[in-house]
C-alpha cells in the first residue's frame, strides 16, 4: 500500500471515531490565588449535591465524596476564611456552611471539521504543530450557598459556564483524563469569589 494512501486511511479512522459525551469530574486544583480577603469566620463543607439528571446515581454519589474532600483542601489552602472546620465540628454562631449544587456537569467531544483535510494535505504537520482535532463542548452549572448555624442564608451565587474550545493534540484538555478539569476549576472558583464577596464584615 502507498505510503499515502496509508496516511488517509489512519486519518480516516481517527476522525471517524465519532462525537462523545463525558463528565467533568475534576480533580479540583489548589487556588490559583489566595482569596482577595480572608474572611474572619468558621467555614465548613457540607456534603456536595449533584443534581444532575443525566448522570447515574452512583457516579453521584462517589463524585459527592471527591468533591467534598477537595473541596475542603481548596478553602484551606485560599485562605477564604480564618478556619476549616471538619465534621464533627459544629458551627460557631459566626460561622458559615458552604452548600454546593452542581446542577449540570456536561461536555461533548467531536472531530474538528478541518483535523482530516488539514492533516491529510499537510502530511500530519497540522497535528504536530497544535491544529485542532477536537471541538470540546461545556455546559457546567453550579450554585453555592452559604448559611449560618441557624440555617440562614447569607449569601448565595449561581454561575455557568458554557462555550466551546478547539483541542489539539499539545493542550492541556487533550488526554481523556484531564477534559473538563480546567472548566470544573474555573466554576468553582467563580462560585466562591463571588459569594465571600457578599458576606458583610463583621
Known amino acids: 500500500m502507498k505510503p499515502s494512501v496509508l496516511l488517509a486511511a489512519s486519518l480516516l479512522c481517527l476522525s ?27 467555614a465548613m463543607v457540607a456534603d456536595v449535591q449533584i443534581s444532575d439528571s ?3 446515581q452512583g457516579f453521584k454519589r462517589n463524585l459527592s465524596h471527591q468533591l467534598t474532600d ?15 472546620l471538619s465534621f464533627p465540628a459544629t458551627l460557631g454562631s459566626q460561622d458559615v456552611l458552604l452548600k ?6 456536561k461536555g461533548k467531544r467531536g472531530p474538528h471539521p ?19 482535532i477536537y471541538v470540546d463542548s461545556y455546559d457546567l452549572a453550579a450554585e453555592l450557598s452559604l448559611v449560618d448555624s441557624q440555617g440562614q442564608e447569607l449569601s448565595f451565587s449561581r454561575k455557568q459556564i458554557q462555550y466551546k474550545q478547539n483541542v489539539g493534540l499539545w493542550d492541556p484538555d487533550y488526554l481523556p483524563s484531564t477534559q473538563g478539569r480546567e472548566q470544573l476549576n474555573e466554576l468553582v472558583e467563580q462560585l466562591l469569589q463571588d459569594a465571600t464577596r457578599q458576606l458583610k464584615p463583621h
Not at 477537595?70 to 476549616?84: A, C, I, K, N, S
Not at 454546593?100 to 456537569?105: D, K, P, V
Open 16 to 42: 471517524l471515531t465519532g462525537c462523545y459525551s463525558f463528565t467533568p469530574s475534576g480533580p479540583l486544583n489548589m487556588p490559583p490565588r489566595f482569596a482577595e480577603t480572608t474572611l474572619k469566620r468558621g
Open 54 to 56: 443525566s448522570l447515574e
Open 70 to 84: 477537595q473541596l475542603h483542601e481548596r478553602l484551606e489552602r485560599g485562605e477564604y476564611f480564618t478556619q476549616v
Open 100 to 105: 454546593f449544587n452542581f446542577t449540570s456537569l
Open 114 to 132: 478541518g483535523y482530516f483535510p488539514g492533516a491529510l494535505l499537510t502530511l500530519t504537520i497540522w497535528i504536530w504543530v497544535n491544529g485542532p
